[in-house]
């Protein structure tokens, strides 16, 4: 599918921008996010698969400590296969629905064994066949695990995305494919990493920080601000006074 040169060009500033805020030496590894920061410590696909399993409606801070403490103890698929259903869930209790995620972890562990020697598999299509494993978590081990170009999408890719008039999509699985149709490849392996922290530090869900965003002349969500309707209210008072 080709996109207008509008949209190539919007899409280029907005990961310039962001990139110089956020991942300023172009290095994946550098960034902020929990998986980001796992990656950067181990370069192990299968520890970015797990902790993504661990993140799934959990906070990244409770994410970090969680694999932290379950990978002191469990650091490969055959250790975790064999671990105590208890254990595990004692380990990795400060993520939510931490019960069903134990046993979840535990049955992929086993089945990568069975079906893959222990080895984290390489391709969009395998990853898609294990337990437990969505769209979102395959293309976070692709990116994060093995530098695949991806775009893994959750709910701040998915709403800083439809804000900045990339999409106009109803779910995160209908945005990843559409940004995917849409965005340039050579943009893909930061689109996560980089939306992510926009949607925590300046795009958030409730009080946004628009005056500190670079992409308010094209956001579809500031107009409905208090910022964008006090500065059409000062345009009018401009207007009157020169009238």
């Not at 999509?169 to 849409?182: D, G, H, I, S, W």
Request: net charge positive; glycine share 6%.
């Amino acid at each position: 599918m080709t996109i207008s040169a509008s949209a190539r060009d919007r899409i280029a500033f907005i990961v310039r921008d962001l990139s110089r805020r956020y991942l300023p030496d172009g290095n994946l590894h550098a960034g902020e996010t929990a998986l980001a920061k796992i990656v950067a410590e181990t370069e192990d696909p299968f520890k970015v698969l797990i902790s993504t399993i661990l993140s799934q409606r959990t906070r990244d801070e409770m994410t970090e400590v969680a694999s932290r403490q379950l990978f002191s103890k469990y650091g490969d698929p055959t250790e975790l296969a064999g671990a105590d259903l208890g254990d595990v869930e004692r380990l990795i209790k400060p993520v939510g629905f931490y019960r069903q995620k134990a046993g979840q972890i535990v049955k992929l562990s086993r089945t990568l064994l069975e079906r893959h020697a222990g080895s984290v598999p390489r391709t969009y299509e395998e990853l898609i066949e294990l337990p437990q494993v969505g769209p979102k978590t395959a293309n976070c081990v692709l990116v994060y695990g093995f530098g695949v170009p991806r775009i893994p999408t959750d709910t701040h890719v998915h709403r800083v995305s439809n804000r900045l008039g990339l999409v106009r999509t109803k779910t995160p699985e209908a945005t990843e494919r559409r940004l995917m149709q849409t965005v340039p490849m050579e943009y893909w392996l930061h689109i996560n990493e980089l939306f992510i922290r926009f949607g925590k530090d300046l795009c958030r869900p409730i009080g946004p920080r628009c005056p500190q965003c670079s992409f308010t002349r094209f956001c579809r969500f500031y107009p409905k601000t208090k910022w964008s309707r006090e500065a059409r209210r000062r345009r009018r008072k401009a207007a009157k006074r020169r009238a």
